[in-house]
Every structure is written in C-alpha cells, then in structure tokens.
C-alpha cells in the first residue's frame, strides 16, 4: 500500500499490516515497511556508502519484498561447490542469490571493508564470526570461533566491515540465500584456520544463467 494514510510516507515506500499472535487468539497489528527492488536500490543510493550502517543495510534487506520469480530464477545449485549468481549490481552494491547442498560451506573470510547482509530464503544457514587471537602479520593471522548461529527463512546475518565469518550448509536440507554487499565486492581475505596464512581472493561473477 502507497498510501497517504499514514504519516507522509514516501511513494518509494509500502506499507503492509501484518498480524503478530501475541497468545491466544489474540494479534496485534504491525505496520511493515515492505521495498521493491526498484525501491531498495533508491534507499542505498541516498546514502553515501560510507555512511551505511550494517544496522541500515539490516534494515533495509529485512524490508525487500523481492519479486520471488526473480529470484527463482538465480537459484542453481552445483555438486562441487555452493553456487553463487549475481541478480544485481549497482554502483553502490551487490545482490546475489546462493544455492547450497547440504554439506556446502565457504572459506573463513572477511569482505575487505564492505558490509554484507545474508537473508534465508529456504533452510537453515549456519553462520559463524570469528576473532583474530594471534596475529603474526598483515598476512599470518590465526583466528577462532566467537559466535555461531542457525538461522531460518527469513534469518538475517550480518557481517559489519571488519568481521571475519563463514557461512555454510550444515543441515540435511537445500539451502538458498540472498545476499547484499555494499561496497560491490571485487575481493576478500581469506583465512587458512590451520597455518593462518591470510590470501587476498579476487572475486567474478558470471552473468549467465
Ligand atoms: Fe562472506
């Protein structure tokens, strides 16, 4: 609903009641901003990337009522590895769609300096963050586990700037994920957990289907 029911909301937003059960046969309504994806891309476009917040980028990819067609469209799972397809791409980020088999995880990593939110689409996510307990150089560091959670549909993970995490299948389940990056993400580090070698990693992607 585009509505000038409600206090001045802008037309580049929507608004839905969604019913919370509270217990019984009792719900409260809520009101729920819901973003195209036309629309989300002009709420990340107003802000200048180095003042996006993960706590914004949350926000915002909680609101994404994407088109599920869309995003069916970029579901392809792999045998070897999880698969990765961009969906969109813009100066100020990315969008991917991830396909997991269970089993599937990636590599301990950060982002280079972007911020990154994960959304559930189907199953369950395993994501973890780690710390650096003993960094030997810029290219030795060791790291442990600090937090680990199973997220479902609709589970957001989110990884700020300097965050080291991985993200893997660990259900019996397919998994699909949508995940944005801001700034796009051309590279990230990897973290070897055995010798603490840490390698930058250029990133493609294809834009084939
Ligand atoms: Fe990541």
């Not at 000038?4 to 929507?14: D, G, H, I, K, V």
């Not at 915002?60 to 397809?85: C, E, M, P, W």
């Amino acid at each position: 609903m585009c509505s000038s029911e409600f206090n001045s909301p802008s037309c580049a937003e929507a608004y839905y009641i969604t019913n919370f059960p509270i217990g019984g046969s009792m719900s409260v309504n809520l009101l729920t901003k819901r973003l195209t994806l036309d629309n989300f891309i002009l709420e990340m476009m107003s802000i200048p990337p180095q003042d996006l917040q993960i706590e914004q980028l949350q926000d915002l990819v909680g609101q994404l009522d994407l088109n599920d067609t869309l995003l069916r469209q970029h579901i392809s799972f792999s045998d070897r590895t999880y698969a990765r397809k961009l969906l969109c791409r813009t100066s100020r980020f990315d969008m991917l769609v991830l396909s997991w088999h269970p089993g599937q995880f990636t590599t301990i990593h950060d982002h280079a300096g972007a911020l990154n939110v994960t959304r559930v689409r189907s199953g369950t996510l395993t994501a973890r963050l780690f710390e650096v307990y003993d960094e030997r150089s810029d290219r030795e560091k060791l790291v442990r586990v600090i937090d680990e959670e199973q997220l479902g549909r609709g589970g957001l993970a989110t990884v700020d700037r300097h965050h080291i995490h991985q993200l893997a299948n660990t259900s019996d389940e397919k998994l699909v994920t949508l995940h944005v990056y801001a700034h796009p993400l051309a590279s990230i580090n990897v973290y070897c957990p055995n010798s603490g070698q840490v390698d930058r990693v250029a990133l493609q992607y294809t834009l084939e289907q």
